[in-house]
């Protein structure tokens, strides 16, 4: 018996010791903390050098920290001087010294002035360059330029970058002013016009020329994706319009009049498919609040086809009610459709009804621009509330959408 014991006295002893160790080996883990600096401590760099900061990597209390580091200090690679970059976590902080010399390694010259002027859409022509590494070996042919900020209005940058056999880089900037140009040559910007989506499987009654099915707009939309074809924002469009953005060639906006449930049920699913973004013109006294708040996606926007001027009463165009209107009305309308949807980028005229008042009216109420249901492209210099677009019908052949989108 007192074996027994003896040995029942030794297993919780060792069991005591044991676990003991294990919480000396759990604290000691959970307390270590410490930062260091990735990369050296001190770094020289060329002037106009290329500084890529590495950062640090801090572990407090045996947990990985590195996500908390604020990093405080800038390099002005432009500049010669001595600089510091410090990184701080909990209570550690480490400092890493920058010295930017007061000649460039590689050397790389510009020619001509450094200052440009071009119109937008007109070709740039490249004044020069050269470079060459610390021993005189020419560079020159190794220079990368990058010019594709040239197609927005305003100052802009050229970048020139070299790099020598050491991995050392250099990079320098030439200003050029983009003046705004409504004048260069480009065969506009297709604006879709579609209406209703259905399922070929459980075809609508009412099925006419402004429908279209699942499987068409599937097709398609693929077909966009595959081309690569952009899709800018109203914001672009209207950059677009006053000659201060170039659009890529393939570019395209599609949009959908009248947000009815069979658009919503049955289109949104396919531009989420394929990730293509599109705007729906919502008659906002049909539900309209209602619509917004359940179908939000990241590849639909939802604009204003008024709240409810979209009816009959008026004797121009199709007859919509607005020339049968006050002015008042119609803005007390155009207003409350803005509310509705939260945005007032773009109008699409009911029934595409539109005369020179109605226009101001829309301009007064806060839109930016404007869609008929006119045949064409949107072109630079365009009256912005008076935007044409390109009109989808029914079992429309590939090649008939094609020809609509494509450049030429």
């Not at 005591?16 to 307390?31: D, M, N, P, Q, R």
């Not at 909990?90 to 510009?110: A, I, Q, S």
């Not at 672009?236 to 949009?255: A, F, H, Q, R």
């Not at 069979?262 to 919502?282: D, H, R, W």
């Amino acid at each position: 018996m007192k074996n027994k014991m003896g040995f029942k006295i030794l297993i919780m002893a060792v069991a005591v010791v044991a676990a003991g160790i294990f919480l000396c080996t759990l604290e000691y883990y959970t307390s270590e903390s410490y930062m260091t600096l990735n990369g050296e401590p001190e770094i020289t760099i060329g002037l106009n050098g290329m500084y890529d900061d590495l950062g640090a990597t801090a572990v407090l209390h045996g947990q990985d920290a590195s996500g908390e580091i604020v990093t405080t200090g800038q390099v002005d690679t432009t500049t010669p001087g001595t600089y510091t970059v410090t990184y701080s976590a909990g209570n550690f902080t480490v400092d890493r010294t920058v010295t930017v010399l007061t000649e460039m390694d590689p050397v790389l010259t510009l020619k001509g002035d450094t200052t440009q002027t071009i119109k937008l859409g007109d070709e740039y022509t490249e004044p020069g360059y050269s470079a060459s590494d610390s021993s005189g070996n020419d560079l020159t042919a190794s220079v990368v330029v990058r010019n594709d900020t040239l197609n927005r209005a305003g100052p802009q940058q050229v970048e020139y970058t070299v790099t020598d056999a050491s991995g050392k880089s250099t990079r320098v900037y030439r200003t050029v002013n983009v003046e705004p140009n409504t004048e260069y040559k480009t065969s506009g910007l297709p604006i879709c016009m579609f209406h209703y989506v259905y399922d070929e499987n459980n075809i609508p009654a009412n099925v006419n020329a402004n429908w279209i099915s699942i499987e068409d707009l599937s097709e398609e939309l693929e077909w966009l994706k595959s081309e690569d074809f952009y899709f800018p924002t109203w914001q672009e469009v209207s950059d677009y319009l006053e000659g201060k953005l170039l659009l890529p060639p393939k570019s395209v906006v599609l949009t959908f009049d009248d947000c009815t449930y069979e658009f919503l049920n049955n289109g949104i699913p396919v531009l989420e498919k394929y990730q293509v973004p599109a705007t729906s013109f919502v008659i906002t006294k049909n539900s309209g609040a209602k619509k917004v708040a359940e179908y939000q996606s990241p590849y639909i926007t939802f604009e204003s086809h008024s709240d409810g001027l979209h009816t009959g009463g008026g004797n121009i165009g199709h007859g919509g009610i607005f020339s049968a209107l006050s002015d008042e009305a119609i803005l007390a309308d155009l207003k409350k459709s803005i509310d509705i949807v939260g945005r007032s980028d773009v109008f699409a005229y009911p029934y595409g009804d539109y005369n020179d008042h109605f226009e101001e009216l829309v301009e007064q109420a806060g839109f930016k621009c404007a869609l008929t249901t006119r045949q064409g492209r949107a072109k630079p210099g365009d009256d912005p509330f008076r935007l044409p677009r390109q009109r989808m019908a029914r079992n429309q052949s590939m090649e008939a959408f094609r020809a609509m989108v494509l450049p030429y």
